[in-house]
């Protein structure tokens, strides 16, 4: 996948999913969003990363179901661990991936990674310190916790009686039903002046204006909401989708592509991160999508919590 948006794929599938397994639903769900089913579409016509599967668009059938309107923060991770004990798998591996505009100077123990000298590979670097050691959570408690896996996010969805969205129902979600829009505030084009989302803005990796208003990530609830209500659905950090990744075409380069993202368990990620720039990872549209291994995690991605019912109001914080 493009280094741009993340820079590991461990390669090392089904980690994590013991542990995953053995978690009990018992915390306390975010603010839901209620979302009707029905017939709609995956994907677009007109893609503008071809090679990433964004196309053609596909007709599908997806149930009624319930969305988080954010995706999960650093406040609600933090009280997933303290009442499980869950270890990360970015602390079972000793390291993770992190942008490197993120480390002060006292923090870089790190190396680089091979092509992609904007990130690097931070030992120590966790959920509740991010750029490794050093580095804090204590002003972030409102944005969206990152460092964790595929695993790690299953997880959690397990703990609150979740699980992560599809793809199909991800995309539908962001346009507000089977409405052909590019982004989920419709299709005008963010640029380095006007904002709608957590994007970068100037030349990446040297100069970034914010415009936004943010370097790293911002609060979950930043930006105005989608007409239903659905924070940075698009920016900010990239969310784990539940399938895994494939590229839908017959292409000698989609084959390849394929045969490494079943070797690694690829899983799908949508909505782009604040690393992303229309001049070199145009991947903050509804339909794009990248793909990483499971047990992946880096300072860009983290995830959202769909359910098939209402959670019990007995157990949700948000409602």
Known sequence: MSGCCSAISRNNGSEGAEKTAKISSRGKAGKVI??????TFVGTNDPALATDGEGPERKVTVND??????????????EFVEATGYITEAEKFGYSAVFAGLLQDEMRVAENVAGTPWWARVHGAIWNAPEGPGSSIEDRMDHPVTQVSWNDAMAFAAWVGGRLPTEAE???AARG????????????????????????????PRENT????????????????????????????????SEPFRVRSL???????????????????????????????????IAARMG??????????????????????????GM
């Open 34 to 39: 209620a979302v009707k089913g029905g017939e």
């Open 65 to 78: 179901f319930f969305l988080e309107s954010e995706t999960v923060t650093v406040s609600r991770f933090a």
């Open 177 to 204: 039903g089977n409405r052909r829009r590019r982004y989920p505030w419709g299709d005008e084009e963010p640029t380095d002046e006007k904002v709608f989302c957590n994007i970068w803005q100037g030349r990446f």
């Open 251 to 285: 292409s000698r380069q989609a084959k390849m592509r394929n045969e490494q993202a079943r070797k690694n368990s690829d899983r799908v990620l949508k909505g782009g991160s604040f690393l992303c720039h229309k001049s070199y990872c145009y991947r903050y549209r």
């Open 210 to 241: 914010l415009v936004d208003g943010f370097f790293g990530t911002a609060p979950a609830r930043s930006f105005k909401p989608t007409d239903d209500g659905f924070y940075n659905l698009c920016g900010n950090v990239w969310e784990w989708a």
């Open 170 to 172: 991800w995309e539908h």
């Open 292 to 317: 990483l291994s499971p047990d992946s995690a880096s300072s860009n991605t983290g995830f959202r919590i769909a359910y098939d019912a209402r959670p019990d109001a007995s157990r949700n914080s």
